[in-house]
């Protein structure tokens, strides 16, 4: 009951938005913040009532939907599935937060947007069965395709539309696997899914359609493109929410689909996702050096950070003795959660960052800025908190996924170690090299001496955000306590499956 | 004749009463003026057609009429759809925008004749005069905007393809008549698989017909040109209640009589289905009249159907009719929503009259981007499941490289729905759209339609299972 009031309260509440239009505008932005607050308090709740050594998936909801297919309407979480949705419902809140500041033209249908797609992040992380879960999944794509292309920036169209196509194709392949499973198994139930009896051969296919659909999400290297212009192109919000929230389901799709489903395909194929992972972590990381638009450089940033979550899933499939190692892949699959949780943290706030400033000057150019910390000494520290928790600086929760992804591959292969941990390197590179000209220096022109310092309403979400980066970062393991036993779970199923 | 036979006969025999009143009411001076009767009495020959069903529906399968007519679950299921949805059409027309409108009232009733016999027709001929009253009365409907020189074209087109069309169909009526001695469709129902060269022949001259119907690939070049050629209101019904018939006329010639030679008549089936998809989604990407695109994209759904049945089981042929139904229920409200947005003096003909739409008119540009994502095949809208269960039945049939052919095309085919979403809520007008004097029913009928593509999204169940139970008499 709890998880389905959480689904379903940010959907009735942009319904009423909705129905009372633009004309009450203060009323529509309040109903969408308590509503959204309401959702993030639900979510502690359910953070506190949830057992973190059950071994059942918990909170669950099953109903009968679609008999004459066997699809029910079939909720619940894990510990995998909990950081992120509490991830999910406390970022909402802070985009509406900041939607009232830089979001003017139609109000009300923007907050009805981030409303709806809340409904359906959670709904995907909580799905247990797949036809649900491609339901949200899917669904999803209407929100964002309307964000992007109503509120974006000067190109927003051919962004938005780019988006749409480039994940669209992905996931019809993977809707062509789940019905593949379906026909297998006479079932939707991703649990079933689990007992399927494939091939080898079958699981190759499965694994490369369930890839395209989560590497276009995550996205991976050479499907990447799209994210550039996409994180470009959006509002503020809708920057935050893709990155935070929206790329870490290709992560999870692989730990909730492809590994355990297609574990041999996942297999015969982790030399080539390592491959993958490592350019994107390293040639994307370059490819963010030479940009000159602050939300393009993070953007890249971004698929180079989500190179070590899909290095963490499956780095630990590579190995040249026969054993695989149950603790090297508890301790890859952590380091992989942690990664996305903090990722999602980062990005959002460097966003937001950026967001801040192109209120004020409305450009993202980095020859536009220089000495901003003179006139806005606040914000500069926050935003250089960001930066170096995004160049991964101990202490700050971007270190801790990375260093754990590096130290599992090193009990792998030595080698794909230290290709990753070069983005120690890379990633201080350009994020403090972009630090450096915006934040720091001289003040470049009479525009910037302009600029005023950001009021409580913006400075609230980033407030928060680095409280709980460094609350993770230092403390990290009532996190890894959340997940460790679905996580372990997970790897025993992965290695019963691939041995 | 029996009056047991005469009440299952009863729809048809309404429709046709209701064509006579019209008539009569046409010629008697002081009721022409009274603009709302012919819309009356438009609706209320259906719904009174539809009623008459109600006691004979669960009837067992019967032949009548010496085996000319048989009555069975599944055509009597299409004649109650098409009674329905024509019912909601004739409601929708504009009623301020065509002087002329009880004719073409009068007109839409005789198609609907035509689509009656064909529903439950089981004699070759009596097949053949139900195609040729849906044919000519949906000549007339193209012609029907006189004013309109693409209109005339249109139909002048429409009517020579569709002569040529029917003079095949009826050379293969001809030759299997000349082969088997016979123009009863059931007496075909064992024909050994060894065929001859004629029957080929004759199979495919028939196949030539139920395809021109349909609109699919070789003979579609009359769809996007009489879409375009047409009004709104016109292209409503000609977009969707033919379907129906062409569904019925498919089904009685192929499924009911020579459902034996299916290797034979499902490859021709798959490669017109094919072909129908590419063509049509890959040309409607270039077009920016509204209702040629949407002819287009009408090729490209049949081809979708044409697939799934090709598939030639009992699965394939329920996927088929729910995607059909889907459609309709897609086109319905993509095209009412035109309608209501069209205005005395200003029609909606191109993308570029949308612009702007989300600032003027935004519930029914949250309408019309229902049907588009409907359409696409974007859950949680109807238009998923339509594309899911096809894809379904492919997969279960093991014609894996179809699925993914369609399933590419799809993508393809979401750029030119994304453009009409894009004009609608990214784009500022340049002359804003005013508001416009169409009906509260209109109105009503736009947004129960539009809101049930995703209603019936969120609960498919009973839609899928309704549909399946045509079926349950004949397997």
Known sequence: MLLNSIIIIPIIASLLIGLLGKDYLRLNYFIALFSSLIVFLLSLYLLYLFDPLSTEYQFQTQMNWITQFNIQYFIGIDGISLPLILLTTFITPLVIITSNTSQKKHLHQYLAAFLILETLMIGVFSSLDAFLFYIFWEAMLIPMFIIIGVWGGKNRIYATVKFFLYTFLGSVFMLLALIYLHFKTGSYAINDFYNANLSLNEQIIIFLAFLFAFGVKIPMWPVHTWLPDAHVEAPTGGSVILAAILLKMGGYGFLRFSLPIATEGAVYLSGFMIVLSLVAIIYIGMVAIAQNDMKKLIAYSSISHMGFVTLGCFVYLYSSNDSLNLETTNLAINGAMIQMISHGLISSALFLCIGVMYDRLHTRKISDYGGVITVMPKFGALMVFFALSNAALPGTSGFVGEFIIILASFKINAWIAIMASTTLVIGAFYTLWMVKRVIFGSVVNSKINTLKEINFIESLPLCLLALSILALGLFPNPLFDLMSNSINILSELILSKAS | ?475
């Open chain 2, 1 to 475: 004749m029996s009056i047991s036979e005469l009440k299952l006969l009863a729809p048809e025999i309404i429709i046709a009463s209701g064509i006579c009143v019209l008539v009569l009411i046409k010629s008697i001076h002081s009721l022409r003026s009274i603009n709302l009767l012919p819309v009356l009495i438009g609706a209320l020959t259906p719904l009174v057609a539809l009623l008459s069903m109600v006691s004979t529906f669960n009837n067992p399968y019967e032949i009548i009429l010496n085996g000319q007519v048989v009555i069975d679950t599944l055509g009597s299921g299409l004649k109650i759809t098409a009674y329905g949805f024509s019912i909601l059409i004739i409601l929708a027309t504009n009623i301020n925008q065509l002087n002329n409108k009880s004719e073409l009232i009068l007109i839409e009733l005789f198609a609907l004749l035509g689509i009656s016999i064909l529903c439950s027709a089981s004699n070759l001929l009596v097949i053949y005069l139900g195609l040729e009253t849906l044919a000519l009365s949906l000549y007339g409907l193209v012609a029907s905007n006189r004013k309109s020189v693409k209109s005339s074209e249109a139909a002048m087109k429409y009517f020579v393809l569709g002569s040529i069309a029917s003079g095949l169909f009826l050379y293969g009526v001809s030759l299997i008549y000349g082969l088997y001695g016979s123009i009863n469709i059931l007496d075909f129902n064992n024909l050994s698989v060894d065929t001859s060269i004629e029957l080929q022949i004759a199979i495919g001259f028939i196949i030539c017909g139920i395809v021109f119907k349909f609109g699919a690939f070789p003979f579609h070049s009359w769809v996007p040109d009489s879409y375009q050629g047409s009004t709104n209101s016109v292209a409503l019904f000609i977009s969707t209640l033919p379907k129906i018939g062409a569904f019925a006329l498919l089904y009685r010639l192929l499924i009911d009589s020579f459902y034996s030679l299916s290797s034979l008549w499902s490859l021709f089936l798959l490669i017109l289905g094919i072909a129908s998809l590419i063509f049509g989604n890959i040309v409607a990407l270039s077009q920016n009249q509204i209702r040629r695109l949407l002819g287009y994209s009408a090729i490209g759904h049949i081809g979708f159907i044409l697939i799934a049945i090709s598939a030639s089981n009992q699965i394939a042929i329920e996927s088929s009719l729910i995607y059909l139904f889907i459609y309709i229920i897609m086109t319905l409200a993509t095209f009412i929503a035109l309608e209501v947005l069209s205005s005395d003096n200003k029609s909606i003909d191109t993308i570029t009259d949308l612009k702007g739409l989300n600032n003027s008119h935004p519930w029914v540009a949250l309408m019309l981007l229902f049907c588009m994502f409907s359409m696409i095949g974007i859950p949680p809208f109807i238009g998923f499941y339509a594309k899911w269960i096809v894809l379904s039945t492919l997969l279960n049939s093991e014609m894996i490289y179809a699925a993914t052919i369609a399933i590419i095309i799809t993508v393809i085919a979401a750029y030119y729905y994304l453009r009409i979403v894009w004009y609608m809520y990214f784009e500022k007008s340049d002359i804003p759209l005013m508001k416009n004097t169409s009906n509260l029913i209109q109105k009503s009928l736009l947004f129960t339609i539009g809101s049930s593509l995703l209603l019936l999204g969120l609960f498919p169940e009973k839609l899928i299972s309704v549909i399946s139970q045509l079926f349950d008499q004949i397997y």
